[in-house]
C-alpha cells in the first residue's frame, strides 16, 4: 500500500522559499508521476505542479516562475521549492501519486490523483 | 487556461434521495484518443481528498457504484444514486487536458 508524508517548515517569511519534501513508502519513485497540490485556508483545491519519473515536469502558469518539483531517488522522496512567498501561499499542501487503469486503452496513457498524502500546514508569516 | 466551474457550490440532501453536481468548462475537454479528460474527487470532513471518477467516467478503484459521471464537451455530472451520511463532504471536478485544474468545489450536506 502507497503512503506519502509531507515535510517542512510550518512557518515561513514572507519573501523567503518555501521547501516542503514527500517521503514515498510502499513504492518506488521510478515509473510514476508525482504531485502537489495545496488547499488555502477555507478555500477549494489548487494543482501546484507534477513531475515525472523521468524528470519532465509540468506547472501551474501562475506559479512557475517561482516553482521548481524535483525527487531524489536515494531516498524515494519528491519535493518542491517555492520562491518569494507571500501570505497567498499559506494552506495545506498535499502531495500525491498518480495512477492509471491497470487494464484497457487507458492504461499507462491516463493519469489521475490516485493516492494523497495527510497534508502538511504552511503559514507565511513574519 | 481552462477554467472549471461547478454549479451548486452547495446542495443540501435529503438521506437516500439522489444528488447530482453539474461542472463546466470553459472548452471542450475531449482528447484525441476519444475520452473526456475530466475527473471528479471528494474531500470529506477533516481528511485528504479521494479520486471517485477518472477520464469523464470511470470509477476509480474501490469506489461504490452509486457513483456516476456523465458528460461530454464542456459539461459534465456526478450523480449519487442515494445520498448517505458518508457522503457528506465537498465534491470537486479537475480538467486533465492541459495541465490540471480544479473546480471551485460543491459541499454536499445532510
Known amino acids: 500500500q502507497v503512503q506519502l508524508q509531507e515535510s517542512g517548515p510550518g512557518l515561513v517569511k514572507p519573501s523567503e522559499t518555501l521547501s516542503l519534501s514527500c517521503t514515498v513508502s510502499g513504492a518506488s519513485i521510478f515509473g510514476h508521476y508525482w504531485s502537489w497540490i495545496r488547499q488555502p485556508p477555507g478555500k477549494g483545491l489548487e494543482w501546484i505542479g507534477y513531475i515525472h519519473y523521468s524528470g519532465s515536469t509540468r506547472y501551474n502558469p501562475s506559479l512557475q516562475s517561482r516553482l521548481t518539483i524535483s525527487f531524489d531517488t536515494s531516498t524515494n522522496q519528491f519535493s518542491m521549492r517555492l520562491t518569494s512567498v507571500t501570505a497567498a501561499d499559506t494552506g495545506i499542501y498535499y502531495c500525491a501519486k498518480l495512477g492509471s487503469p491497470s487494464s484497457g486503452f487507458l492504461a499507462n496513457y491516463y493519469w489521475y490523483i490516485a493516492v494523497w498524502g495527510k497534508g502538511t500546514t504552511v503559514a507565511v508569516s513574519s | 487556461d481552462i477554467v472549471m466551474t461547478q454549479s451548486p457550490l452547495s446542495l443540501s440532501v435529503t438521506p437516500g434521495e439522489p444528488a447530482s453536481i453539474s461542472c463546466r468548462s470553459s472548452?471542450?475537454?475531449?482528447?484525441?484518443?476519444?475520452?473526456?479528460?475530466l475527473d471528479w474527487y471528494v474531500q470529506k470532513p477533516g481528511q485528504s481528498p479521494q479520486a471517485l471518477i477518472y477520464?469523464?467516467?470511470n470509477r476509480a478503484s474501490g469506489v461504490s457504484d452509486k457513483f456516476s459521471a456523465s458528460g461530454s464537451g464542456t459539461d459534465f455530472t456526478l450523480k449519487i444514486t442515494r445520498v448517505e451520511a458518508e457522503d457528506v463532504g465537498v465534491y470537486y471536478c479537475m480538467q486533465t487536458l492541459q495541465g490540471r485544474g480544479f473546480g471551485q468545489g460543491t459541499k454536499v450536506e445532510i
Open positions: 472548452q471542450s475537454l475531449l482528447h484525441a484518443n476519444g475520452h473526456y479528460y
Open positions: 477520464a469523464g467516467s
